[in-house]
């Protein structure tokens, strides 16, 4: 993933040099001056007739969507970080207190809320619940095939209804929201063995 900023900061530079520059604009709401559209193509290595398929990998055009979590049965690309990534995002919220049902870290998080937060830092959305949550992205078949980022679900007594999901961070170990009267930590993962495992970015 690009740093913020730093993939703009690139493409100014190089829409600012050589000939068909647009000139710098000044005043009040000084920005950057419109560029047309052929010229952005040719400096991302795009040419004539270029798709959104077509663009450079990890660039494309903004389309005001938000990015979504791979669907049943697939796991979206994230780039060089990939699942490690997940992983980071979750991490900020260590020492956060559990809260049943809580989805805010000013407040507290439950599980499920823990593993949306940092999804959604991540721009891919995901459900609310780890009933939902258990559904998305790819089946893994077991712990020794699971990678960091991967999410590891428990289910209750009732078929199909997961009640406690982590994120695998490796060696045998989970970021989760435990409990009440717990925080959000990093715990060897539960003596029962996951029900379910899935893997939304890959």
């Known amino acids: 993933m690009t740093p913020q900023g730093g993939f703009q900061d690139v493409l100014a530079a190089a829409l600012d040099e050589g000939p068909g520059a647009p000139p710098p604009r000044t005043g009040p ?15 991302l290595g795009a040419g004539a007739g270029a798709t959104p398929s077509s663009w450079p990998s990890g660039i494309a055009p903004s389309s005001g969507v938000v990015p979504t ?14 699942g490690a990534a997940v992983v980071d995002a979750a991490s900020r919220y260590l020492g956060i207190p559990y809260r049943w049902g809580g989805s805010d870290p000013a407040t507290g998080l439950d599980c499920s809320g823990l ?11 995901v ?31 009732r078929p199909g209804q997961a009640n406690h999901i982590g994120i695998y961070v490796g060696d045998g170990k989970m970021l989760h929201a435990p409990q ?12 029962a063995a996951p029900t379910t495992i899935r893997r939304v970015i890959a």
């Open 29 to 43: 709401g000084s920005g950057p001056a419109a560029v047309p559209l052929a010229r952005m193509l040719a400096v």
């Open 69 to 82: 979590a791979a669907a049943p049965g697939s796991a979206a690309e994230a780039g060089p970080a990939g």
């Open 180 to 191: 009440t009267g717990d925080v959000v930590k990093i715990a060897p993962v539960r003596t």
């Open 115 to 125: 593993v949306q937060r940092a999804f959604d830092d991540l721009g891919v959305t």
């Open 127 to 157: 459900p609310r619940t780890s009933v939902e949550q258990s559904k998305v992205g790819a089946p893994v078949a077991s712990l020794a095939d699971a990678r960091p980022g991967d999410l590891i679900f428990w289910a209750s007594s």
